[in-house]
């Protein structure tokens, strides 16, 4: 039997920790070593440490951001991920990973290099299937503020609020589009947390995965005591977040879309709906840019700005550097010589 790599993605906070969590106590292998658990997720993330370092090596010097607001992300990280030391990378990795049958690969950045770990794999022998987690925008930032922003003034939340919107659309757009031709399966996080064993026998019917369990039973398993309803505690509405009705409108329409793939992961209907609402979002980023076209050339100006002002002071303290290193030069001279 051919190995089968099945990638978890998804937004950051929409449960992709809890959906692997579950996953590898159903029999699914996650390369070791994982990233560590923290105060930040307590229960861990099921996340192998290559793949995050793997990930972030080839998006950071883009930069594409885990979830990033800009409609031409995908294909910048695409052409990151196409590079063929990249592929060579991915390849010598993940050929000494398919000693199992099931191997679980969750990272929220996978779906932006998706073809190459597709490529890899089919190269490998191995097939490829994905789950993508899904939870409401709204949770989703407020949580995401929750861990990342307590700190920061109410400006840069509310700054920050509305591009992790606008970024989960994108996302949504992008996960999407980059699954479609693969078997693939949604999960919504209120759904895996309210029945986990019919949220996840479904995905695994849609994802051609093998559990431990017959989902099918109410049979205790261990997944029981790891699976928490108390974890979505960002049960929230549009009312508790500040961001233009444009973009919320765009945003819950695409929430929308995306909860008709959980039943049926290529509705055709839903795909067109959301190719439609790309490009509304592809206008409103452009509107969005040129609004903001004064401010970010100000901004880039002062950048610019401040490096000189380095530089002139670089440059000045080397300049009495050097005058300090002669004058004890010639102090240091024969007297005959001076």
Same mark, same amino acid.
């Given at each position: 039997?051919?190995?089968?790599?099945?990638?978890?993605?998804?937004?950051?906070?929409?449960?992709?920790?809890?959906?692997?969590?579950?996953?590898?106590?159903?029999?699914?292998?996650?390369?070791?070593?994982?990233?560590?658990?923290?105060?930040?997720?307590?229960?861990?993330?099921?996340?192998?440490?290559?793949?995050?370092? /793997?990930?972030?090596?080839?998006?950071?010097?883009?930069?594409?951001?885990?979830?990033?607001?800009?409609?031409?992300?995908?294909?910048?990280?695409?052409?990151?991920?196409?590079?063929?030391?990249?592929?060579?990378?991915?390849?010598?990795?993940?050929?000494?990973?398919?000693?199992?049958?099931?191997?679980?690969?969750?990272?929220?950045?996978?779906?932006?290099?998706?073809?190459?770990?597709?490529?890899?794999?089919?190269?490998?022998?191995?097939?490829?299937?994905?789950?993508?987690?899904?939870?409401?925008?709204?949770?989703?930032?407020?949580?995401?503020?929750?861990?990342?922003?307590?700190?920061?003034?109410?400006?840069?939340?509310?700054?920050?609020?509305?591009?992790?919107?606008?970024?989960?659309?994108?996302?949504?757009?992008?996960?999407?589009?980059?699954?479609?031709?693969?078997?693939?399966?949604?999960?919504?996080?209120?759904?895996?947390?309210?029945?986990?064993?019919?949220?996840?026998?479904?995905?695994?019917?849609?994802?051609?995965?093998?559990?431990?369990?017959?989902?099918?039973?109410?049979?205790?398993?261990?997944?029981?005591?790891?699976?928490?309803?108390?974890?979505?505690?960002?049960? !929230?509405?549009?009312?508790?977040?500040?961001?233009?009705?444009?973009?919320?409108?765009?945003?819950?329409?695409?929430?929308?879309?995306?909860?008709?793939?959980?039943?049926?992961?290529?509705?055709?209907?839903? !795909?067109?709906?959301?190719?439609?609402?790309?490009?509304?979002?592809?206008?409103? /980023?452009?509107?969005?840019?040129?609004?903001?076209?004064?401010?970010?050339?100000?901004?880039?100006?002062?950048?610019?700005?401040?490096?000189?002002?380095?530089?002139?002071?670089?440059?000045?303290?080397?300049?009495?550097?050097?005058?300090?290193?002669?004058?004890?030069?010639?102090?240091?001279?024969?007297?005959?010589?001076?």
């Amino acid at each position: 039997m051919s190995p089968h790599l099945l990638l978890v993605t998804g937004s950051g906070r929409s449960g992709t920790s809890s959906v692997a969590g579950a996953l590898k106590r159903l029999g699914l292998h996650v390369p070791q070593p994982e990233v560590p658990a923290d105060e930040k997720n307590p229960r861990g993330y099921y996340e192998p440490e290559w793949v995050t370092e /793997f990930h972030k090596r080839v998006l950071n010097p883009v930069p594409v951001r885990t979830i990033d607001t800009r409609p031409t992300a995908g294909a910048i990280a695409a052409e990151a991920g196409s590079r063929p030391e990249v592929e060579a990378e991915l390849r010598e990795w993940l050929g000494g990973q398919l000693d199992a049958e099931q191997i679980l690969v969750k990272d929220p950045r996978a779906f932006w290099i998706l073809p190459v770990w597709t490529r890899v794999a089919a190269e490998l022998g191995a097939s490829v299937s994905t789950l993508t987690m899904l939870r409401h925008p709204t949770e989703v930032v407020r949580s995401r503020d929750s861990a990342y922003l307590t700190e920061q003034t109410p400006t840069f939340r509310r700054q920050r609020e509305t591009a992790n919107i606008a970024a989960w659309v994108n996302a949504a757009f992008e996960t999407e589009r980059s699954t479609r031709s693969l078997d693939r399966a949604f999960v919504r996080y209120a759904d895996l947390l309210a029945d986990w064993r019919t949220a996840l026998h479904r995905a695994g019917t849609q994802a051609g995965l093998t559990y431990n369990a017959d989902l099918r039973t109410e049979a205790p398993h261990e997944v029981d005591d790891f699976i928490d309803a108390k974890l979505n505690r960002s049960a !929230i509405s549009w009312d508790d977040i500040a961001v233009p009705a444009q973009l919320r409108d765009l945003a819950e329409r695409t929430w929308q879309a995306m909860n008709t793939l959980v039943e049926s992961p290529h509705d055709e209907a839903a !795909i067109a709906d959301l190719t439609g609402l790309q490009e509304e979002y592809v206008e409103l /980023f452009d509107f969005a840019q040129a609004i903001a076209m004064d401010a970010t050339t100000a901004r880039v100006a002062a950048g610019r700005r401040d490096v000189r002002r380095k530089k002139d002071a670089q440059l000045d303290e080397l300049r009495l550097e050097l005058a300090a290193a002669r004058a004890e030069t010639s102090e240091r001279k024969p007297f005959w010589r001076r």
